[in-house]
């Protein structure tokens, strides 16, 4: 890791685009060219909520790539970064369909797919649409870091005090303030898509190893909704890694070099 990163392809280049879905957004997609093999899987990231491929982790993570000869796929959801689309039309159903819509076309063999909060949850998704369509061996592991499956019901909705929620379903929108930056637009259809999207209900498997990086000192997703994410992947070979002083964001460098060395330890 201490090694001199080679300047990526992608640096400062404009990203390439993909429609996706019915109104045809341009999902924008960069791609750090390198080896995709069953012995080095290529890697695709899968970003959060309000954030975008050019944050800290996802160019860590293209770094990383450049340097090792492995092929990094990232890309923005619709309404987020560099992709068209508004934010406010976005759902999780949305946003996973983005997802799946890059695997596919971007990608080729088996994948180590890291998700960065939501990113954890749409992966999650990811997992369990190829596997419906036979195709789990496309999926090498799934490293998922601060991961929030289910947030919209279990961190959103459930903390809402009454007033919030008497006026998101009235107005079908509520701006929620943020530590981060501007207030987060939060839709009544963000809420109610997420419902059809819920994972934590039942154990279930991904069929592939997992390893999750949590901080303990995360405000957004506590560390106890990962100890319940691993409890619903009981048959799977899962790995969570508690991060004492750890925040959501996981952006510091001892928690870049966590991140890297978990991608590294599952191929």
Not at 28 to 47: F, K, L, M, S, Y
Not at 86 to 111: C, L, N
Not at 201 to 219: E, N, S, T, Y
Request: hydrophobic share 45%.
């Amino acid at each position: 890791m201490s090694e001199a990163t080679p300047t990526r392809p992608d640096a400062g280049a404009a990203p390439s685009f993909l429609t996706v879905g019915a109104d045809a957004p341009a999902i924008a997609v960069r791609v750090t060219p390198g080896r995709a093999t069953p012995e080095h899987p290529g890697i695709v990231w899968c970003g959060g909520f309000l954030s975008d491929m050019r944050g800290t982790k996802a160019e860590a993570l293209a770094d990383w790539g450049a340097a090792h000869d492995r092929r990094v796929v990232r890309f923005d959801y619709s309404g987020h970064g560099e992709s068209g689309g508004a934010f406010e039309e976005g759902t999780i159903s949305r946003w996973a369909e983005d997802a799946f819509a890059v695997f596919d076309r971007m990608t080729e063999g088996p994948q180590i797919v890291v998700g960065s909060s939501m990113g954890g949850w749409i992966a999650l998704l990811l997992a369990r649409a190829l596997a419906a369509r036979g195709e789990s061996a496309r999926l090498a592991a799934l490293v998922l870091i601060a991961p929030a499956p289910d947030f919209t019901e279990e961190l959103m909705w459930k903390a809402m005090p009454e007033d919030v929620r008497a006026a998101l379903l009235h107005d079908g929108r509520w701006v929620r303030p943020s530590q981060y930056g501007p207030g987060q637009v939060i839709t009544r259809a963000l809420i109610e898509d997420g419902r059809q999207n819920l994972v934590l209900g039942a154990p279930f498997a991904v069929g592939c190893p997992v390893r999750i990086l949590q901080g303990v000192a995360d405000p957004d997703v506590p560390w106890q909704h990962a100890l319940r994410l691993v409890t619903c992947l009981a048959e799977d070979d899962v790995v969570l890694s508690l991060i004492k002083d750890g925040d959501h964001r996981l952006s510091r460098p001892e928690d870049i070099e966590r991140i890297l060395a978990a991608v590294q330890e599952v191929g």
